[in-house]
């Protein structure tokens, strides 16, 4: 018999980029590979932020240059990164 063990990522004090790409993949409830508006305001709420519904529209407005309304790939979740690190006070490093 085999035990499997599920568990969420939550984001600690410090974390790589690799590390938070894993803790945002989470909220991807429709497994797109895509973050939406929805799932990026759901990450906020569990993060306990405050006006998450504003937040993640003014994050989208930054991180999401194609207009998808999404975040979806490389060079927005970087965007997504930065506003992470200078808005939300969180500390993201970049992968050794």
């Known amino acids: 018999m085999a035990i499997i063990c599920c568990f969420k990522v939550q984001p600690s004090e410090e974390m790589t980029v690799d590390e938070f790409k894993a803790w945002l993949?989470?909220?991807?409830?429709?497994h797109d590979g895509r973050i939406s508006r929805e799932e990026l305001k759901e990450?906020?709420?569990s993060l306990r932020i405050w006006f998450r519904w504003w937040?993640?529209?003014q994050v989208m407005k930054?991180?999401?240059s194609d207009h998808t309304v999404h975040v979806d790939d490389a060079?927005?979740?970087a965007k997504l990164v930065s506003y992470?690190?200078?808005h939300?006070?969180?500390?993201?490093y970049n992968n050794w």
Request: glycine residues 0%.
């Open 62 to 64: 930054e991180a999401d």
């Open 75 to 77: 060079k927005e979740i």
């Open 84 to 86: 992470a690190q200078k």
């Open 88 to 92: 939300l006070h969180m500390k993201i």
């Open 43 to 45: 990450a906020l709420q």
């Open 55 to 57: 937040k993640a529209r």
């Open 25 to 30: 993949r989470q909220f991807d409830e429709d």
